[in-house]
């Protein structure tokens, strides 16, 4: 899974088709992710001591991880993810388009070092 919290990715299905914004949580266990702004959802709450007022509250639900594309910041494309091993062993995604690194995602193995 290689989106993480943090990363700007594009909604290709759905009501929110075509928006970019920023993963704000991973459910890893779910395949699901938290988007700012995605999926927002009217909530009706009853009164309570914590809510006095009740009524309607707008938040987010998750989304599935394969809805999503996440943008390269160097071609600004939404793009598919691959990793691959660096020379000194470590870890990192890239974009499968123009091939830029996206960040190191695991520490420097020497059995991977080539
Ligand atoms: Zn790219």
Redesign the pocket.
């Known amino acids: 899974m290689l989106i993480r919290a943090g990363d700007t990715v594009e909604v290709i299905t759905g009501a929110d088709r075509g928006t970019r914004s920023r993963v704000v949580t991973i459910d890893r266990q779910a395949r699901k992710a938290i988007v700012e702004g995605v999926n927002r959802v009217y909530k009706h709450v009853k009164r309570s001591q914590k809510n006095p007022q009740g009524g309607r509250l707008s938040k987010e639900m998750p989304v599935q991880l394969s809805n999503l594309k996440l943008i390269?910041?160097?071609?600004?494309?939404a793009?598919r993810v691959g990793a691959r091993y660096l020379e000194d062993g470590s870890k990192e995604r890239?974009?499968?388009?123009?091939?830029?690194g996206?960040g190191q995602i695991a520490p420097p193995r020497p059995a991977y070092a080539k």
Do not use: I, R, Y
């Not at 390269?72 to 494309?77: N, R, V």
């Not at 890239?94 to 830029?100: D, L, P, Q």
């Open positions: 390269c910041e160097t071609c600004k494309q793009t890239h974009c499968k388009k123009c091939g830029a996206l």
